[in-house]
């Protein structure tokens, strides 16, 4: 229904004009004006005077099926708090009133639409009376496109009909109360003509975390698309992936992917309560890629169906509604693979957790080597801080604060360019093995040149990808330089 309608509407008393007289009704000075419509000299007459806690229901009927809205009404209980003079404690009660459809049971309802629809429904306002007609056909009155009952409390009901669109106003409808032939024009909320889908809310989920960051623990990516699983988990304050290999995500991306999991909003509803042959229908009985996550401490499950030009069908949780979505809003986890997720940089071991660092190139294993002495002055009782001193193998200063940082800097950012699975054999060209000062166990990456351009490069044993080869060339290069080998 327009704005300017809506606004024709008087909210305080809910009064319903539907049958030999229109009321035409604005808030001038803080008092209604009545207007005599042009077609007719009948007086301004009010035949129901109703509010909106007076409804039982409202019943449509149109072409495409219909719906009933159900009023429910909460009643919340308010004190206030006895003065210091020691009057009494007065007590107040309120009611707010939502709306909901029948036979849609544990289904998100979108609460404006349901209450527009209620609202202008029962209190239609006529901008013209064409009086009563002989042929009512003519406004489409025979085979309306809606009948709409109203029921109240007091055990009255009202009953009309919409017909076709007003020649004159497109806006508009014709109207008829159910056994009258007086015919007015109205505007009508337009889910007046819809089914009951139109008041499910398409705002699948929303998840917030008041006013802190959504926090994801696990995100398992399944289905059709994705023969192995993906499992992303955090650990500690690091998000990782650990399955089917083991990495530090992308950033970027997986910030986009939790994004489009915390919002999710449907183009359009398109089954309510599927059976079988519809999960089927929609490619929803072998989805082709499952989400399933927990984010503040919540579950929740998203499976994606078939798609349909630029969209997907798609289901939530334990709601029974196929809803469909646009391909690109869920193009984070469809249809992705664990190197697409995974960081492209190799390892990022924090530089003060290192006691050495060993290089290997041709049989020859050289190393850069830390020690630390605790700083009393800058040590906390929560944290120790320490001063580091950097040699080569033949005992070469390295300065840590200008040197040792901005080769480490380099050494940790070769970036993986290119998945790849198949272990090489050999002795590999390069290898690089960290030790650490608080854990006996190491971490060593080793390079297998794969071609003119390519190093595969396998860490712990396990293939991870490939990296240019100028990237590396360059690394061990500087390192050299750095350590003074020749």
Request: glycine fraction near 6%.
């Amino acid at each position: 229904m327009k704005t300017s309608t809506r606004n024709l509407v008087i909210v305080a008393s809910c009064i319903v004009v539907l049958g030999g007289a229109v009321a035409a009704l604005s808030l001038t000075g803080g008092q209604s004006q009545t207007e005599t419509p042009s077609s007719s000299s009948t007086p301004t007459m009010d035949l129901v005077s109703k509010k909106s806690s007076d409804i039982v229901s409202m019943t449509v009927k149109n072409k495409k099926g219909g719906y009933t809205l159900i009023p429910h009404v909460e009643k919340t209980k308010a004190s206030s708090t006895a003065s210091s003079s020691g009057s009494s404690t007065a007590s107040s009660e309120s009611e707010t009133i939502t709306y909901t459809v029948q036979g849609l049971d544990n289904v998100p309802i979108d609460s404006y639409a349901a209450e527009s629809v209620i609202r202008n429904g029962f209190s239609l306002v006529a901008t013209q009376n064409l009086g009563t007609v002989s042929n009512p056909e003519e406004f489409g009155l025979k085979d309306p496109q809606a009948t709409v009952e109203v029921k109240f409390k007091d055990g009255s009901s009202y009953n009309y009909k919409i017909g076709s669109v007003c020649a004159t106003d497109s806006s508009s409808y014709y109207m008829a109360g159910e056994n009258s032939n007086n015919v007015y024009v109205v505007s009508v909320d337009s889910g007046i003509l819809e089914d009951e889908t139109y008041f499910i809310s398409k705002d699948v989920l929303s998840i917030q975390n008041g006013d802190k960051d959504n926090e994801f623990t696990l995100i398992k990516l399944s289905g059709k698309n994705y023969p192995q699983p993906i499992i992303i988990q955090k650990s500690d304050t690091k998000d990782r992936i650990t399955s089917p290999i083991n990495a530090d995500v992308d950033s970027n991306k997986y910030s986009t992917l939790t994004g489009a999991l915390a919002t999710v909003n449907a183009e359009s509803v398109v089954k309510v309560n599927p059976t079988e042959a519809d999960l089927k229908t929609y490619g929803l009985d072998q989805p082709s890629a499952i989400v399933e996550y927990t984010v503040n401490k919540e579950n929740h499950k998203i499976m994606l169906g078939a798609k349909k030009d630029s969209n997907y069908y798609f289901m939530v949780d334990q709601t029974k509604v196929v809803y469909s979505i646009l391909a690109e809003s869920v193009s984070s986890w469809a249809q992705t693979d664990a190197f697409s997720m995974r960081s492209k940089l190799i390892y990022l071991p924090n530089i003060e957790t290192v006691k050495s660092i060993s290089f290997t190139q041709n049989g020859s294993t050289t190393a850069l080597n830390v020690e630390r002495t605790k700083d009393e002055s800058k040590s906390t009782e929560d944290k120790a801080q320490y001063t580091y001193k950097v040699t080569a193998n033949a005992g070469k200063s390295i300065d840590y604060e200008n040197d040792y940082k901005k080769f480490y800097q380099e050494l940790i950012s070769i970036e993986l360019l290119e998945q790849n699975s198949t272990k090489p054999t050999g002795t590999p060209n390069y290898a690089v093995e960290y030790h650490y000062f608080d854990k006996t166990s190491t971490d060593k990456i080793e390079f297998f040149k794969n071609g003119d351009r390519r190093y595969t490069v396998v860490m712990n044993g396990e293939v991870i990808g490939n990296i240019t080869s100028p990237d590396l060339d360059k690394v061990m290069y500087d390192y050299r330089q750095l350590a003074g080998i020749k």
